[in-house]
């Protein structure tokens, strides 16, 4: 009953002329007491009220103003607070749940039909139903929906040329937050958790990520001056790389993105520095040498060598979750293949992985698997969901198929 006396339907004035309140019902004294319900005047279908089921570490937000609904009118509503999101489900119920709006309790009203009462209804006190609810709206923890957030912004890509301005005012592909907020099915902050993951960066008010060709036009350069100025690429100065590279044409903000993207700022007493990491750089390098498609093992591993920066080392541990191996007779080739190109949802991550490789043993699989985060599920859960588990012999790898 305590559902029933939701505040939302609550304020009208014409529900508080004549009719018996919730107040009533919430002075029970305990068990055996008693109320007499009758309908309200205005008692009807009211479709525009929906009772919402929620935890006790919901009500503070929900009470405090601080959720919101998202979605649009194609896809499935989610109620998402500042730090998480909830899948909405409607759940029927079989009992009939009363809705009954605040109201000093007064004597039998009417009935549906606006008729009297029977003379033989008891004149006490009682409560006035405007509603009854055919059930109500369940709320269930879910991950954010940021497959959409990743179509969005591969849109309109932040390329180089675009510092040169050409005067244009074309939004097209570009994205406030204000419009993710209202685009995407997610909580603020796993909105933002998703946007660092994609690397994105906000430029003149609109969220972007940046053009793999200019990121690689910027690290390079970041790089060229470390050697002409002798700076260390695990302590470059913050003020010197800034001050090089705006005198060779780039924006403070895109140089301060890629030394973000690549390393960590660290404050010393001489002033903020830079440290690169080695793994991030060299992965960016072995995404560049296989960009051209397939190749054998060894002409990539020569290939990568001879790209990375003086003191950096190519180690294939590197490279999980960004490449596959493929053994064709004596030679192991090898191409890209990045967990960050997959889709988010547990289902659609699964069939992809099954259409790129029917069968996959464990070492192959888990680097393409781990990042999923469903709430409520493990990621042993998730692969006894999606996937099939074989095993020749005792001593055998365990290999994975569709189910």
């Known amino acids: 009953m305590d559902a029933a006396m939701d505040d939302a339907g609550a304020t009208g004035s014409e529900w508080d002329r004549g009719s018996g309140g919730a107040e009533a019902v919430l002075g029970l004294a305990g068990a055996g007491a008693s109320l007499s319900v009758c309908y309200h005047e205005a008692f009807g279908p009211h479709a525009d009220l929906i009772l919402l089921e929620a935890g006790d570490d919901l009500l503070p937000d929900l009470l405090q103003g601080r959720v919101t609904v998202r979605g649009r009118p194609e896809e499935e509503a989610v109620l998402c607070t500042p730090s998480a999101t909830y899948a ?29 009462e029977d003379a033989t209804v008891a004149s006490d006190a009682s409560a006035s139903i405007i509603k009854v609810a055919p059930g109500s709206i369940e709320l269930v923890r879910t991950a954010p929906r940021l497959d959409k957030l990743r179509s969005l912004l591969r849109e309109r890509p932040y390329v180089l040329d675009e510092d040169l301005g050409d005067g244009s005012e074309d939004r097209n592909g570009l994205y406030t937050w204000q419009d993710l907020c209202v685009l995407v099915q997610s909580s603020d902050s796993e909105l933002l958790e998703g946007l660092n993951s994609l690397s994105a960066v906000e430029i003149d008010g609109f969220w972007r990520t940046v053009d793999v060709g200019s990121v690689n036009t910027v690290l390079d350069m970041i790089l060229h001056n470390s050697v002409l100025h002798d700076w260390l690429p695990n302590a470059l100065p913050e003020t010197g790389v800034l001050s090089v590279m705006e005198s060779d ?72 979750g960004e490449v596959l191996y493929e053994r064709l007779g004596a030679e192991t080739w090898v191409h890209a293949f990045s967990v960050a190109d997959l889709p988010l949802t547990p289902a659609e991550r699964f069939a992809a992985l099954f259409r790129e490789r029917p069968r996959w043993e464990w070492k192959d ?7 999923l985060r469903v709430p409520g599920a493990s990621s042993e859960g998730l692969l006894i969901k999606y996937a099939r588990r074989t095993q020749p012999s005792a001593d055998a790898d365990p290999i994975f198929t569709a189910r």
């Open 88 to 116: 909405m489900k409607f759940v029927g119920t079989s009992n009939s749940m009363f809705l009954i709006p605040p109201g000093e309790a007064v004597a039998a009203s009417l009935r549906p039909d606006h008729t009297n």
């Open 365 to 371: 699989l888990q680097p393409f698997i781990r990042d």
């Open 249 to 320: 044409g780039f924006t403070h903000k895109i140089v301060t993105h890629c030394l973000s993207r690549f390393g960590t700022k660290v404050e010393q007493e001489a002033g903020s520095c830079w440290r690169l990491d080695e793994r991030l750089v060299c992965l960016q390098f072995a995404r560049r040498a296989l960009s051209g498609g397939k190749m054998k093992l060894n002409s990539f591993m020569d290939k990568w060598e001879r790209s990375l920066p003086s003191g950096m080392r190519a180690d294939l541990q590197m490279l999980e």
